[in-house]
């Protein structure tokens, strides 16, 4: 219910913020609305000035800077009379929305009684204890390549891999490293990071290239971007790269998107 509300309230946001655009732009409007008529197949425009007018004034085809100008004052009025009716159902909406998440119920409970029933929704906390908890087995092909400590406490192949394993740390993100999934037809490979998108609670995965100056390496990421793509794992959707060669480094500002999945 929560993430319900927060994406309602932004679309409110986004409704007002647009009256405003509209707003600026009917006040630069001129006088009148636009008539069109067509005449042995031709379009013809009229300037309507006032209400008793049938069409108003012809308008010159040369005169096509007011023509754009009457249309577009009448889209931009029927698009603020919606844009006012879809911000008077929203704060109707939200007026009558429970702020309280239904999963509070249970986390206002007594140690005790949380002992004694079984929640029908988990808090997000309760949530990402749960998925962290789960067991996996990771990829132990090379173990004596995990040399670089995180600061959770594990082992992973490369600084880099160290410096995106830290910053999900520090931003709070939960992840699971080298954590298996199951392709069809390719049987078991080990993506990077599992990560927990928790408003949403979605997997999302990311891989880090970290050798791309050479051709052949280049082929096989290719070639995994794919795989991952057929088991619905595409990129921009649900996958993340990282890349860097022996001449251009991980940027860290490419990081700065991870943000997003907190």
Known sequence: MKNIRK?????????????????????????????????????QFFHKTEKTQKKGHYIKKKDNQLIRALAQKDYDLAFYRELERQETGLEKVLRYLPEKNISEVFKNLTKVRKE????????????????????????????????????????????????????????GIPYRYECPIRIKGKGVIYPDFTILKVSSRSEVYLEHFGMMDQPEYCEKALLRIQELALHGIVLGRNL??????????????????LKDLR
């Open 7 to 43: 994406k309602l309230e932004n679309e409110l946001d986004n409704i007002k913020e647009l009256k405003l655009v509209v707003s600026k732009s009917l006040k630069k409007a001129p006088e009148g609305s636009l008539v069109t008529s067509k005449s042995n197949g031709v379009t």
């Open 116 to 171: 004694l029933v079984h929640p029908y929704i988990l808090t997000d906390e309760e949530y990402v204890q749960e998925w962290l908890n789960i067991p996996y087995e990771g990829n132990h092909f090379h173990e004596e390549n995990k040399k670089f400590k995180t600061e959770r406490g594990e082992f992973v192949r490369s600084k880099s891999e160290k410096i995106i394993a830290d910053k999900l740390y520090m931003l």
């Open 240 to 257: 993340l790269v990282t890349f860097e060669s022996s001449v251009v480094p991980l940027d860290m500002r490419t990081l700065d998107v």
